[in-house]
């Protein structure tokens, strides 16, 4: 049994998803879903993650409203945002309350990401 720390990567890109659990399951067992509903379902059966990283645009649910959803829940959990567009007033607004930690711009810079998560993980 691995004792890395868990974390939930979400997006409805599956390059986005292979790329992020290759480069980061080195540091952490890495849980990835491809869209929100499938976020909640592995939220609900791995009851030990501790970081939810979620792109914005995805269909179903963006986002944000994925990361309100599960706060309702999981108030615990440390949330980020990724995002291939700049930042807006919604989540402007989701950093300034503590919604979200961070938001990183796409294309993703792994490094930055991991130093993110590392600080709020250990």
Do not use: W
Request: glycine share 4%; charged share 30%; net charge negative.
């Amino acid at each position: 049994m691995s004792d890395k720390k868990k974390i939930l990567y979400v997006d409805d890109d599956s390059f986005n998803l292979e790329i992020f659990k290759i480069n980061l399951s080195d540091f952490y067992q890495v849980h990835v879903a491809e869209n929100a509903l499938i976020g909640l379902d592995i939220l609900a059966e791995i009851k030990d993650i501790r970081v939810v990283v979620s792109d914005m645009k995805m269909p179903i649910m963006n986002g944000l409203e994925f990361i309100n959803k599960i706060k309702e829940k999981y108030p615990q959990l440390k949330c980020f945002l990724f995002s291939g567009y700049d930042l807006n007033d919604e989540t402007q607004k989701a950093l300034d309350s503590g919604l979200i930690l961070d938001y990183f711009r796409k294309p993703f810079n792994l490094m930055e990401i991991n130093q993110a998560i590392s600080k709020v993980i250990n």
